[in-house]
């Protein structure tokens, strides 16, 4: 949350700095939980936001890797999303674009009016294909 607000404030400094921190603390929380996915998003992102694209990439596929959205869409479809964000803050767009579609065909707690509503998708807001998820019904 911290690194989203110094984003919102333009201090891309700081929001590095912000997911450092987390990323050293997640980067424990693994050692100690290597079974739980959602520890593997959060550092993903982590990850990603501090610079380090290959391993946020790496994160993200252990992730999806330790749960599959196609064994368990009700529980796992959420974790598309995570992965969309990590393609984000790696500024990795059309893979963003991409894993956005994808996620979009699974339940989910996300809808397209949230991620309209939702700042952390401005990077995605002018490109056509992601305007046109949005407006899909």
């Known amino acids: 949350a911290m690194a989203d607000h110094a984003d919102a404030a333009g201090d891309a400094a700081k929001s590095r700095e912000y997911y450092t921190k987390a990323m050293r603390i997640l980067e424990e929380t693994v050692e100690q939980f290597p079974s739980e996915p959602f520890f593997y998003a959060l550092l993903g992102s982590a990850y990603a936001g501090a610079g380090k694209t290959e391993e946020a990439l790496r994160a993200g596929q252990q992730l999806l890797t330790m749960a599959p959205v196609e064994q368990n869409p009700w529980d796992n479809a959420d974790y598309l ?54 407006s899909a019904d």
């Open 81 to 134: 999303w995570y992965m969309a964000e990590i393609y984000v803050l790696a500024d990795m767009h059309d893979e963003a674009i991409a894993q956005v579609e994808f996620a979009l065909q699974y339940p989910s707690t996300i809808s397209p009016a949230w991620i309209d509503a939702e700042p952390f998708w401005e990077p995605l807001r002018d490109d056509p294909r992601f305007q046109a998820l949005l």
